[in-house]
């Protein structure tokens, strides 16, 4: 009969001694004399740690002491509860993943106690010589610390260890050897107009509803018709989620006349479906596929009879930030990447073959742009012509503060105030 690892501890009676005890996470504790009152109040209190702290069923090693690798279990599996939005985990969960990676290789067998600040450097260290960048290692210096600060909320570490962590400090701009990437910056709206053709049609819309809405690229892709309001001259659209709804914001997002032409073929479908759904693009993109068709149709295949009847990896309800990103990525690489690049000639040497992928890679780095690109640029184009108030009210923001990431400053107002006063 299989071990039920998740039932609850029983309270047991200990015969040799006459006490009551309870074993949890393979560690006998004993409560006092059997059925009394005090042994009761001690068992529900050990119990109800034990369902606070998520179930654990790891046995402590012999030494007594909690090891790295135990600290890092038990967190992920509070992750992945705690960082859940409508039933589903967010980003914010697998953002903890590389750096609990890193930690559990490299210390995964140290006792906790022993993971001190020399131990967090060596790790920053090592993130440095790998070559990233130095915003990307302190965001993970700063995951590591919250693991160990969030142990020790559950008694499971001493709390000395994450204050003694604390003490690390960032890496600063100028005073290491970690690269720095360059912000966010807007993109061309010629090179965006240049890209649309080469996307699918639910794409290129997506693209053009969010340069005039200025939303994020998330908040195109949960756009359902159910979560718009048509009542007035400018529609609004309340997203069911959003980035920032665990802080009690709320968003609404305005469209415009331009904004609602682009929108409204889309609104023709059940109220509570996605109105951008890949099943559309698919069909768009076999429909000109068959339109190529040179083989006569009382020849091979006609139209639906060569398709599996169940496929692998049917096209999904709605898109991801990650699909997005692809297929704007693609068009990007079929409308501006030379054909040097995207293939080599046939008598291509292995070291040919590196050095062009090599190139492409670089290329692709600096010439691809991202959808969340398109609201830096909504941003920018409104605070030039309406002011940075309209660019927060726009975006969203409680602060101007945020604002003024996105929206970069006005280059002309500048220009013409020197050419005036200096």
């Given at each position: 009969?299989?071990?039920?690892?998740?039932?609850?501890?029983?309270?047991?009676?200990?015969?040799?001694?006459?006490?009551?005890?309870?074993?949890?996470a393979?560690?006998?504790?004993?409560?006092?004399?059997?059925?009394?009152?005090?042994?009761?109040?001690?068992?529900?209190?050990?119990?109800?740690?034990?369902?606070?702290?998520?179930?654990?069923?790891a046995?402590?090693?012999?030494?007594?002491?909690?090891?790295?690798?135990?600290?890092?279990?038990?967190?992920?599996?509070?992750?992945?509860?705690?960082?859940?939005?409508?039933?589903?985990?967010?980003?914010?969960?697998?953002?903890?993943?590389?750096?609990?990676?890193?930690?559990?290789?490299?210390?995964?067998?140290?006792?906790?106690?022993?993971?001190g600040?020399l131990?967090?450097?060596?790790?920053?260290?090592?993130?440095?010589?790998?070559?990233?960048?130095?915003?990307?290692?302190?965001e993970?210096?700063?995951?590591?610390?919250?693991?160990?600060?969030?142990?020790?909320?559950?008694?499971?570490?001493?709390?000395?260890?994450?204050?003694?962590?604390?003490?690390?400090?960032?890496?600063?701009?100028?005073?290491?050897?970690?690269?720095?990437?360059?912000?966010?910056?807007?993109?061309?709206?010629?090179?965006?107009?240049?890209?649309?053709?080469?996307?699918?049609?639910?794409?290129?819309?997506?693209?053009?509803?969010?340069?005039?809405?200025?939303?994020?690229?998330?908040?195109?892709?949960?756009?359902?018709?159910?979560?718009?309001d048509?009542?007035?001259?400018?529609?609004?659209?309340?997203?069911?989620?959003?980035?920032?709804?665990?802080?009690?914001?709320?968003r609404?997002?305005?469209?415009?006349?331009?904004?609602?032409?682009?929108?409204?073929?889309?609104?023709?479908?059940?109220?509570?479906?996605?109105?951008?759904?890949?099943?559309?693009?698919?069909?768009?993109?076999?429909?000109?596929?068959?339109?190529?068709?040179?083989?006569?149709?009382?020849?091979?295949?006609?139209?639906?009879?060569?398709?599996?009847?169940?496929?692998e990896?049917?096209?999904?309800?709605?898109?991801?930030?990650?699909?997005?990103?692809?297929?704007?990525?693609?068009a990007?690489?079929?409308?501006?990447?030379?054909?040097?690049?995207?293939?080599?000639?046939?008598?291509?040497?292995?070291?040919?073959?590196q050095?062009?992928?090599?190139?492409?890679?670089?290329?692709?780095?600096?010439?691809?742009?991202?959808?969340?690109?398109?609201?830096?640029?909504?941003?920018?184009?409104?605070?030039?012509?309406?002011?940075?108030?309209?660019?927060?009210?726009?975006?969203?923001?409680?602060?101007?503060?945020?604002?003024?990431?996105?929206?970069?400053?006005?280059?002309?107002?500048?220009?013409?105030?020197?050419?005036?006063?200096?």
């Open positions: 009969m299989p071990r039920l690892v998740a039932a609850t501890p029983k309270y047991r009676h200990h015969r040799a001694s006459g006490q009551a005890v309870v074993t949890i393979g560690k006998d504790h004993y409560l006092g004399p059997w059925k009394s009152k005090a042994s009761t109040v001690e068992y529900d209190r050990l119990i109800g740690e034990w369902l606070a702290a998520g179930r654990p069923t046995r402590p090693p012999a030494t007594g002491e909690i090891t790295v690798m135990e600290v890092v279990r038990a967190f992920w599996r509070h992750a992945q509860a705690f960082y859940v939005k409508n039933g589903r985990m967010t980003g914010t969960a697998d953002n903890y993943k590389p750096a609990l990676a890193l930690l559990k290789t490299r210390y995964g067998h140290t006792a906790a106690s022993d993971f600040p131990a967090l450097k060596s790790l920053r260290a090592s993130m440095v010589e790998s070559g990233h960048s130095r915003r990307y290692i302190n993970n210096v700063h995951r590591i610390r919250k693991t160990f600060r969030w142990a020790a909320s559950e008694q499971l570490i001493p709390a000395l260890i994450p204050q003694a962590l604390a003490t690390v400090e960032g890496l600063r701009k100028g005073h290491t050897k970690a690269k720095d990437h360059a912000p966010v910056s807007v993109v061309d709206n010629a090179r965006v107009e240049a890209t649309l053709p080469h996307l699918p049609r639910t794409v290129a819309d997506m693209v053009r509803l969010q340069r005039l809405t200025g939303a994020r690229p998330g908040e195109i892709i949960a756009m359902r018709p159910a979560d718009i048509r009542s007035g001259e400018v529609w609004t659209y309340t997203p069911a989620e959003h980035k920032t709804e665990h802080h009690n914001h709320r609404i997002i305005c469209i415009g006349p331009k904004a609602q032409a682009v929108l409204l073929p889309y609104l023709l479908r059940d109220a509570e479906s996605h109105c951008f759904q890949p099943a559309d693009s698919e069909k768009q993109r076999r429909r000109e596929v068959h339109a190529k068709r040179t083989t006569p149709l009382s020849c091979g295949n006609r139209p639906g009879t060569n398709r599996k009847r169940r496929c990896r049917a096209p999904g309800v709605r898109y991801s930030n990650d699909s997005y990103r692809r297929a704007i990525s693609r990007c690489i079929v409308a501006f990447m030379p054909v040097e690049l995207r293939r080599g000639p046939k008598d291509e040497t292995a070291d040919q073959r050095a062009r992928r090599t190139a492409a890679a670089k290329w692709r780095a600096e010439n691809v742009w991202f959808p969340h690109q398109l609201r830096h640029t909504a941003a920018t184009d409104i605070r030039k012509r309406f002011g940075l108030e309209s660019a927060q009210a726009t975006l969203g923001h409680t602060r101007l503060e945020v604002t003024q990431i996105y929206a970069e400053k006005n280059q002309d107002l500048a220009e013409r105030v020197a050419r005036e006063v200096g």
